[in-house]
């Protein structure tokens, strides 16, 4: 009786670390191959590769591995969005996964993925996966210009603030931006509108007479001088020029 007490305790414990060995690759399998994108933008095979090392290393439980890929997730460019952004659902679904001690570095790999994505796009939707794919969906045939505007034109005073680093350093001709950056000059509270209003200064090479720290609505002759300033510059248009400094 007690021979086959230990050989059922023996046969379970086999049991489970086969369980658990199978269940580790399985997500080593899902975090490498598995997409539900029915269409995911091609990579080309040099950046593709690179990116997957990225992110295998960052999935894994030594600190060491991590680190390389975080420097080298940091290196990610602009087409790398949408695979970055079908990693996070991934990672996403796996988080109702009971994994010991991988659950650390799964987390960890989530949130950089997560900040490279804010660097690249200029926007934060956290690790909400679906709320990416929207955003993506919606700006996918623009460049990283549009998405900068896409952050100006939000109602988010973070994104606004990242795209207007977009932008600065450039003598700015494009009608849409100048526009939103006038709207900010109108209606951001005073730390976004003085920067907002810098830009400007810095595009038009003059200055318009208009106090940041006060609202628009005392300052009408200011904010008539910005309009023409912007209504000239939009019409003449379309070109970015570089600051001489």
């Not at 001690?101 to 949130?111: F, H, T």
């Not at 931006?177 to 090479?205: H, M, N, Q």
Request: proline share 4%.
């Amino acid at each position: 009786g007690r021979a086959w007490i230990r050989f059922a305790v023996i046969l379970s414990f086999a049991w489970i670390a086969l369980l658990w060995q199978g269940r580790d690759r399985i997500v080593s399998l899902v975090l490498t191959r598995v997409s539900d994108w029915e269409e995911l933008p091609p990579l080309d095979p040099v950046r593709a590769d690179e990116l997957e090392r990225a992110l295998d290393r960052l999935s894994r439980f030594d600190m060491r591995s991590r680190v390389e890929g975080r420097v080298r997730l940091a290196q990610a460019e602009e087409s790398a969005v949408p695979h970055l952004i079908n990693r996070l659902g991934i990672l996403q679904g796996l988080g109702h996964i009971k994994l010991g001690r991988r659950v650390r570095s799964l987390v960890d790999a989530r949130e950089r993925i997560q900040e490279v994505l804010v660097d690249l796009t200029f926007r934060d939707f956290g690790l909400d996966a679906p709320s990416w794919r929207r955003w993506w969906l919606a700006v996918k045939d623009g460049a990283r210009d549009d998405w900068a505007l896409d952050a100006l034109l939000s109602s988010d005073e973070e994104a606004r603030r990242r795209g207007l680093e977009r932008f600065s350093g450039r003598r700015e001709r494009d009608p849409r931006v100048l526009s939103a950056c006038l709207s900010l000059v109108r209606e951001a509270e005073p730390p976004l509108r003085g920067e907002a209003y810098a830009l400007l200064v810095g595009c038009a090479d003059r200055d318009f007479g208009f106090d940041p720290s006060a609202s628009a609505g005392s300052q009408p002759d200011a904010i008539a001088a910005i309009e023409r300033w912007v209504r000239e510059a939009s019409q003449a248009g379309g070109v970015l020029i570089p600051v001489e400094r």
